[in-house]
């Protein structure tokens, strides 16, 4: 039988009366170090919809649904997809909508649906062909980011309106095809591509 070194006698004595490296979880909670990539979740309040999360998950964790009939969209974290990337965090606009918590038990005993996190936002749509903007509290995002500049395109022009209190009279359904008149009117770029071909139409006829 060797005889042990003196090394790994030090070792021996450090190892009795040293703490555990490792944590004493689950018995008690266990604090992650900084940096840590848990679960993200989102905030109602910073959210504003851009669906920018949605487009960057390289996992498809986050599901976008655009409801047209209650002018809707909702987004929704699948935990049970989620990789913990944190490119949602990384390419948020606004910097805060979604963040990776410190949360890592995730363990779960119910069906995906009751654990899944979503957040809904009002959808703005054409009032002429009915195609999806995007949402309110997107387009006041870009409006406060623009400042006097927000005054150069039509979506930006009805938000800027709407925080003058201004009442607007133009709320009928305008009827195909669209013309120049009604280009400060378009509020999409499918229909605002419409007016100007139909313009283009009528001058390669003249």
């Known amino acids: 039988m060797k005889k042990p070194k003196i090394r790994e006698l030090k070792e021996a004595i450090i190892s009795l009366v040293s703490k555990p490296y490792t944590t004493k979880f689950p018995n008690q909670p266990h604090k992650p170090f900084p940096r840590f990539r848990g679960k993200p979740q989102y905030n109602e309040d910073e959210c504003v919809g851009c669906g920018g999360c949605f487009q960057v998950c390289p996992s498809n964790a986050i599901d976008m649904i655009d409801n047209l009939e209650d002018k809707k969209r909702i987004l929704i974290h699948n935990p ?10 990384r390419n948020c606009i606004t910097k805060k909508g979604i963040k990776l918590t410190e949360q890592f038990d995730i363990s779960y005993l119910k069906e995906p649906e009751e654990v899944t996190h979503k957040v809904e936002h009002n959808l703005i749509l054409c009032i002429f062909c009915g195609e999806v903007i995007g949402t309110e509290k997107h387009i006041r995002h870009i409006y406060k980011k623009l400042g006097n500049l927000a005054f150069s395109q039509p979506n930006l022009i009805t938000e800027a309106i709407k925080n003058l209190n201004i009442k607007t009279e133009y709320e009928e359904k305008a009827v195909p095809p669209i013309t120049r008149q009604d280009t400060l009117k378009v509020i999409c770029a499918k229909c605002r591509r419409i007016s ?7 001058k390669t006829k003249r």
């Not at 049970?80 to 965090?89: L, V």
């Not at 100007?196 to 009528?202: N, S, T, V, Y």
């Open 80 to 89: 049970d997809k989620c990789i913990f990337c944190g490119e949602c965090e």
């Open 196 to 202: 100007f071909i139909e313009d283009e139409k009528k």
